[in-house]
């Protein structure tokens, strides 16, 4: 829970004529967020805090981003084509949502949550935003168990006709 305190004042940029608007969101660190704007009509409480949500959730779209790149290397595989390499982020794509939005919302899923970020052994404690810890339990689950080749490659399946004997 954030105690948020926020306004704008007008602002120019030396060597520019364009008007900006300097929204100021206090609350949420140390020092206040600037954003700045070219939304110079806006100065009621509503338009300012709409452009401090706008801001916010492209703060969380970035976030998300760099969770999927840095959990899910996709730039270690190799495929020769596109459109593999297409399907991988479609699967790559569905784990990272399991991995951020599935998790958690039911009671079985929340203690699975709870031991993946258990299993995730973290140093320092588990940071609020979670996603990270969850990509490092489950590759640690999974990394502990790879299953080894078959003895005997699998024999292609046959289709026998019945006139063939």
């Not at 338009?47 to 270690?76: G, H, M, N």
């Not at 973290?122 to 979670?130: E, L, M, V, Y």
Request: aromatic fraction near 12%; glycine fraction near 6%; include cysteine.
């Amino acid at each position: 829970m954030y105690a948020l305190r926020y306004g704008a004042e007008p602002f120019r940029l030396p060597g520019r004529e364009e008007q900006l608007l300097l929204v100021v969101v206090a609350g949420f660190g140390q020092e206040p967020l600037l954003l700045l704007t070219n939304l110079c009509g806006v100065r009621d409480s509503q338009s300012l805090w709409w452009i401090a949500q706008i801001y916010l959730t492209r703060w969380k779209i970035e976030e998300t981003f760099r969770f999927v790149k840095q959990s899910y290397p996709l730039e270690d595989i190799r495929v020769m084509r596109y459109q593999r390499l297409k399907n991988l982020v479609l699967l790559m794509t569905a784990a990272a949502y399991f991995a951020t939005a599935f998790l958690g919302q039911k009671l079985k899923l929340k203690i699975l949550c709870e031991k993946l970020l258990i299993i995730s052994q973290r140093f320092f404690g588990i940071p609020p935003f979670r996603f990270y810890a969850l990509a490092d339990g489950i590759h640690n689950i999974l990394s502990r168990s790879s299953p080894s080749p078959p003895a005997d490659p699998p024999q292609t399946p046959q289709l026998l006709l019945g006139w063939e004997t």
